[in-house]
């Protein structure tokens, strides 16, 4: 078993920055994607960004310029730097990683939440 551990999160007002950590544990041969998706009230979760072996990070447009994110595969960790926050940011955000173990499979964090005042 696998487990996503994330930190950071809260409140800011709107042109502020946030961090947030995720860290994995358990059962892990190797972490093919590490990344981040967010879920607003009432909308769908979507991808913030995702780092896959290889084949580099992607960002979700509304996003590109001003969140950055950064992994350590040493350690299995994944940050995301989160600056000129707007209040459309406001979400939980969840960490992600496709994970290779005894199988390959996705993994979800608990969820942090984001909140961006005007």
């Known amino acids: 078993q696998v487990q996503l551990v994330e930190s950071g999160g809260g409140l800011v007002q709107a042109g502020g920055s946030l961090r947030l950590s995720c860290a994995a544990s358990?059962?892990?041969?190797?972490?093919?994607?590490m990344g981040w998706y967010r879920q607003a009230p009432g909308k769908q979760r979507e991808l913030v960004g995702v780092s896959k072996n290889y084949a580099g990070t992607n960002y979700a447009d509304s996003v590109k310029g001003r969140f950055t994110i950064s992994r350590d595969n040493a350690k299995n960790t994944i940050d995301l730097q989160m600056n000129s926050l707007k209040p459309e940011d406001t979400a939980v955000y969840y960490c992600?990683?496709?994970?290779?173990?005894?199988?390959?499979?996705?993994?979800w964090g608990q969820g942090t939440q984001v909140t961006v005042s005007s």
């Open positions: 992600y990683a496709n994970v290779r173990s005894d199988y390959t499979a996705n993994y």
């Open positions: 358990g059962s892990i041969f190797r972490i093919n994607a």
